[in-house]
Protein backbone atom coordinates (compact mmCIF):
# COMPACT_ATOMS: atom_id res chain seq x y z
CA UNK A 1 0.00 0.00 0.00
CA UNK A 2 2.05 2.88 -1.00
CA UNK A 3 -1.13 5.68 -0.26
CA UNK A 4 -2.39 7.70 2.42
CA UNK A 5 -6.00 7.94 2.81
CA UNK A 6 -8.37 10.34 4.26
CA UNK A 7 -11.98 9.93 5.62
CA UNK A 8 -14.34 11.27 4.96
CA UNK A 9 -14.05 13.10 2.04
CA UNK A 10 -16.58 15.63 3.01
CA UNK A 11 -18.18 17.14 6.02
CA UNK A 12 -20.28 19.46 6.67
CA UNK A 13 -20.99 20.21 10.54
CA UNK A 14 -22.56 23.14 12.74
CA UNK A 15 -20.58 24.83 14.56
CA UNK A 16 -21.66 23.34 17.73
CA UNK A 17 -21.00 19.89 16.77
CA UNK A 18 -18.55 16.95 17.24
CA UNK A 19 -16.49 15.32 14.74
CA UNK A 20 -13.41 13.89 13.83
CA UNK A 21 -11.02 13.31 10.62
CA UNK A 22 -9.15 10.13 10.22
CA UNK A 23 -5.75 9.58 8.07
CA UNK A 24 -4.21 6.09 7.32
CA UNK A 25 -0.64 4.96 6.02
CA UNK A 26 0.64 1.72 6.09
CA UNK A 27 4.08 2.69 4.37
CA UNK A 28 5.95 2.73 7.26
CA UNK A 29 6.31 6.11 7.49
CA UNK A 30 7.39 7.68 11.46
CA UNK A 31 6.10 10.88 10.39
CA UNK A 32 2.38 12.25 9.93
CA UNK A 33 1.26 15.66 9.02
CA UNK A 34 -2.29 17.75 9.11
CA UNK A 35 -1.96 21.13 6.44
CA UNK A 36 -5.11 23.45 6.17
CA UNK A 37 -5.68 24.13 2.70
CA UNK A 38 -7.74 27.51 1.74
CA UNK A 39 -8.96 27.91 -1.90
CA UNK A 40 -6.22 29.14 -4.20
CA UNK A 41 -3.44 29.26 -1.17
CA UNK A 42 -0.54 26.67 -0.37
CA UNK A 43 -1.20 24.33 2.46
CA UNK A 44 -0.65 25.77 5.41
CA UNK A 45 1.13 23.33 8.12
CA UNK A 46 -0.97 22.48 11.49
CA UNK A 47 0.75 19.61 13.11
CA UNK A 48 3.89 17.23 12.79
CA UNK A 49 3.81 14.16 14.83
CA UNK A 50 7.34 12.06 14.66
CA UNK A 51 7.25 8.46 16.12
CA UNK A 52 3.64 8.99 17.32
CA UNK A 53 5.31 12.09 19.35
CA UNK A 54 3.49 15.96 18.61
CA UNK A 55 6.62 17.58 17.34
CA UNK A 56 5.10 21.08 15.88
CA UNK A 57 2.52 22.54 16.65
CA UNK A 58 1.88 25.43 14.71
CA UNK A 59 -0.35 27.78 17.35
CA UNK A 60 -3.43 26.16 16.32
CA UNK A 61 -6.63 26.83 17.83
CA UNK A 62 -7.63 24.49 20.39
CA UNK A 63 -10.56 23.61 18.51
CA UNK A 64 -8.63 21.60 16.41
CA UNK A 65 -7.11 18.71 18.47
CA UNK A 66 -4.80 16.11 16.91
CA UNK A 67 -4.30 12.50 18.20
CA UNK A 68 -1.76 9.39 17.18
CA UNK A 69 -2.95 6.25 18.06
CA UNK A 70 -0.30 4.35 16.65
CA UNK A 71 1.87 5.21 13.67
CA UNK A 72 -0.22 4.37 10.84
CA UNK A 73 -3.41 6.24 12.00
CA UNK A 74 -3.87 10.09 13.02
CA UNK A 75 -7.00 11.41 13.48
CA UNK A 76 -8.02 15.63 13.98
CA UNK A 77 -10.78 16.34 16.34
CA UNK A 78 -13.03 19.07 15.58
CA UNK A 79 -15.24 21.16 17.96
CA UNK A 80 -16.81 24.23 17.99
CA UNK A 81 -15.74 25.29 14.61
CA UNK A 82 -15.93 28.70 12.56
CA UNK A 83 -17.22 29.37 9.65
CA UNK A 84 -13.74 30.76 8.52
CA UNK A 85 -12.44 26.70 9.60
CA UNK A 86 -13.82 25.79 6.27
CA UNK A 87 -11.00 24.28 4.60
CA UNK A 88 -9.48 21.45 2.69
CA UNK A 89 -7.67 19.67 5.36
CA UNK A 90 -4.75 17.36 4.35
CA UNK A 91 -2.99 14.54 5.84
CA UNK A 92 0.54 13.61 4.84
CA UNK A 93 2.86 11.51 5.67
CA UNK A 94 6.64 10.60 5.34
CA UNK A 95 9.29 8.00 6.30
CA UNK A 96 10.57 10.77 8.53
CA UNK A 97 11.44 14.53 8.74
CA UNK A 98 13.85 14.36 6.74
CA UNK A 99 11.96 12.71 3.75
CA UNK A 100 10.25 13.73 0.93
CA UNK A 101 5.90 14.07 2.41
CA UNK A 102 3.20 12.45 0.18
CA UNK A 103 -0.17 13.49 1.04
CA UNK A 104 -3.78 12.19 1.04
CA UNK A 105 -6.36 13.42 -1.21
CA UNK A 106 -8.11 15.10 2.07
CA UNK A 107 -11.51 15.99 3.60
CA UNK A 108 -13.21 18.78 2.28
CA UNK A 109 -15.12 20.40 5.57
CA UNK A 110 -17.56 22.61 5.76
CA UNK A 111 -18.44 24.72 8.59
CA UNK A 112 -22.03 26.33 8.90
CA UNK B 1 10.85 35.63 9.04
CA UNK B 2 11.79 32.42 6.03
CA UNK B 3 9.49 32.70 3.16
CA UNK B 4 9.67 31.50 -0.96
CA UNK B 5 8.91 34.17 -3.30
CA UNK B 6 7.13 32.21 -6.64
CA UNK B 7 6.99 33.52 -9.94
CA UNK B 8 4.75 33.93 -11.89
CA UNK B 9 1.52 33.55 -10.47
CA UNK B 10 -0.47 32.23 -14.03
CA UNK B 11 1.77 30.99 -16.94
CA UNK B 12 -0.16 30.08 -19.88
CA UNK B 13 2.07 28.08 -22.68
CA UNK B 14 1.06 26.73 -25.78
CA UNK B 15 0.87 23.17 -25.77
CA UNK B 16 4.16 21.69 -27.16
CA UNK B 17 5.93 24.93 -25.81
CA UNK B 18 8.23 24.63 -22.04
CA UNK B 19 6.94 26.51 -18.95
CA UNK B 20 9.64 27.49 -16.52
CA UNK B 21 8.17 28.65 -12.83
CA UNK B 22 11.13 30.36 -10.59
CA UNK B 23 11.17 30.55 -6.63
CA UNK B 24 13.56 32.36 -4.28
CA UNK B 25 14.09 31.30 -0.60
CA UNK B 26 15.14 33.26 1.65
CA UNK B 27 16.72 31.08 4.85
CA UNK B 28 20.28 30.24 3.73
CA UNK B 29 19.76 27.29 6.03
CA UNK B 30 17.09 25.61 3.79
CA UNK B 31 18.84 21.71 1.99
CA UNK B 32 15.76 20.26 0.11
CA UNK B 33 13.00 21.57 -2.00
CA UNK B 34 10.10 19.70 -3.35
CA UNK B 35 7.42 20.41 -6.23
CA UNK B 36 4.05 19.67 -5.89
CA UNK B 37 1.33 19.39 -8.89
CA UNK B 38 -2.01 20.16 -7.30
CA UNK B 39 -5.00 19.40 -10.13
CA UNK B 40 -8.30 21.09 -9.40
CA UNK B 41 -10.12 19.22 -6.34
CA UNK B 42 -6.61 16.78 -5.76
CA UNK B 43 -3.95 16.58 -3.34
CA UNK B 44 -0.80 17.92 -4.08
CA UNK B 45 1.70 15.58 -5.81
CA UNK B 46 5.37 15.35 -5.11
CA UNK B 47 6.63 15.45 -8.70
CA UNK B 48 10.18 16.49 -8.34
CA UNK B 49 12.42 17.78 -5.76
CA UNK B 50 16.34 18.54 -5.44
CA UNK B 51 18.51 18.64 -2.28
CA UNK B 52 21.15 21.10 -1.60
CA UNK B 53 24.24 19.28 -3.09
CA UNK B 54 22.84 18.77 -6.31
CA UNK B 55 22.61 21.60 -8.99
CA UNK B 56 20.16 19.90 -11.26
CA UNK B 57 18.07 17.12 -11.84
CA UNK B 58 15.89 15.85 -14.39
CA UNK B 59 12.88 13.24 -14.71
CA UNK B 60 11.65 12.77 -18.25
CA UNK B 61 9.89 16.37 -19.23
CA UNK B 62 10.52 17.85 -15.81
CA UNK B 63 13.70 19.69 -14.47
CA UNK B 64 14.70 21.83 -11.74
CA UNK B 65 17.69 23.64 -10.98
CA UNK B 66 19.08 24.85 -7.90
CA UNK B 67 21.65 28.12 -7.53
CA UNK B 68 22.28 28.03 -3.91
CA UNK B 69 24.26 31.22 -3.71
CA UNK B 70 21.33 32.86 -5.64
CA UNK B 71 18.86 30.79 -3.23
CA UNK B 72 16.60 30.30 -6.03
CA UNK B 73 15.36 27.28 -7.67
CA UNK B 74 13.25 27.03 -10.74
CA UNK B 75 11.26 24.15 -12.22
CA UNK B 76 11.03 23.30 -16.38
CA UNK B 77 8.39 21.82 -18.12
CA UNK B 78 9.28 21.03 -21.91
CA UNK B 79 6.94 19.84 -24.70
CA UNK B 80 3.74 20.28 -22.31
CA UNK B 81 0.66 18.81 -22.73
CA UNK B 82 -2.82 19.71 -21.79
CA UNK B 83 -2.64 17.05 -18.31
CA UNK B 84 0.32 19.51 -17.52
CA UNK B 85 -2.43 22.11 -16.54
CA UNK B 86 -2.64 22.25 -12.50
CA UNK B 87 -1.16 25.08 -9.55
CA UNK B 88 2.26 24.15 -9.23
CA UNK B 89 3.67 24.79 -5.55
CA UNK B 90 7.46 24.89 -4.75
CA UNK B 91 8.59 24.93 -1.29
CA UNK B 92 11.88 24.85 0.82
CA UNK B 93 12.78 22.74 3.66
CA UNK B 94 13.92 24.58 6.70
CA UNK B 95 16.72 23.21 9.39
CA UNK B 96 13.34 22.27 11.79
CA UNK B 97 12.31 20.04 8.77
CA UNK B 98 9.57 22.34 8.04
CA UNK B 99 7.98 23.08 4.44
CA UNK B 100 7.98 26.81 3.68
CA UNK B 101 5.48 27.11 0.27
CA UNK B 102 5.41 29.51 -2.59
CA UNK B 103 1.92 30.88 -3.57
CA UNK B 104 1.87 28.75 -6.61
CA UNK B 105 1.44 29.37 -10.10
CA UNK B 106 -1.71 28.27 -12.13
CA UNK B 107 -0.37 26.51 -15.41
CA UNK B 108 -2.47 26.72 -18.28
CA UNK B 109 -1.69 24.80 -21.40
CA UNK B 110 -3.63 26.38 -24.30
CA UNK B 111 -4.51 24.04 -27.00
Known amino acids: DTEVTQTPKHLVMGMTNKKSLKCEQH?????MYWYKQKAKKPPELMFVYSYEKLSINESVPSRFSPECPNSSLLNLHLHALQPEDSALYLC???????????FGPGTRLTVT | GENVEQHPSTLSVQEGDSAVIKCTYS??????FPWYKQELGKRPQLIID???NVGEKKDQRIAVTLNKTAKHFSLHITETQPEDSAVYFCAARRSNYQLIWGAGTKLIIKP
Open chain 1, 27 to 31: MGHRA
Open chain 1, 92 to 102: ASSQRRDYEQY
Open chain 2, 27 to 32: DSASNY
Open chain 2, 50 to 52: IRS
